[in-house]
C-alpha cells in the first residue's frame, strides 16, 4: 500500500543514442540509430490528491502527480532502501515550512 511519506520507484522509459550507467533492459531501435531503456526514479510520496493519484518529490524537488495503478510504479522494499537508500530524497524533520520543495534536502 503507497501512503503519504512511502518510497516509491519509477521504472521510466528513455531513449536515445548512449545509455548512461544505470539503464537497464537495453535494446536497439528498429533501425539502429538509438536505444530503448529503462531507468529507476527514487522518489516519496508527499501528497494523495484523489483515491487513485498521488504527489510525488523527486531527488530535485519537483513534483509529480502520478496514478496509483501505474505499471512502471511500485513502493521500495527493504532491499531497495538497504542498497539504494542514498537515492531517495531526504525529507527534513520538524521544519516551520509546510511545502515538500523546501523540506528536501537535494543530494
Not at 47 to 71: I, M, Q, S, W
Request: charged residues 30%; aromatic residues 8%; hydrophobic residues 30%.
Amino acid at each position: 500500500m503507497i501512503e503519504v511519506g512511502s518510497r516509491v520507484i519509477y521504472r521510466k522509459t528513455k531513449h536515445s543514442r548512449k545509455p548512461g550507467p544505470r539503464a537497464g533492459a537495453i535494446s536497439p531501435s528498429k533501425h539502429g540509430d538509438s536505444y530503448g531503456y529503462f531507468v529507476d526514479k527514487y522518489w516519496v510520496v508527499v501528497e494523495r490528491k484523489a483515491p487513485n493519484k498521488f504527489v510525488v518529490l523527486t531527488r530535485r524537488g519537483k513534483r509529480l502527480t502520478l496514478d496509483a495503478d501505474d505499471p512502471n510504479l511500485r513502493p521500495a522494499n527493504l532491499l531497495d532502501r538497504l542498497l539504494h537508500g542514498k537515492r531517495f530524497p531526504r525529507i527534513k524533520a520538524g521544519c516551520n515550512d509546510s511545502s515538500p520543495e523546501k523540506e528536501a534536502l537535494l543530494q
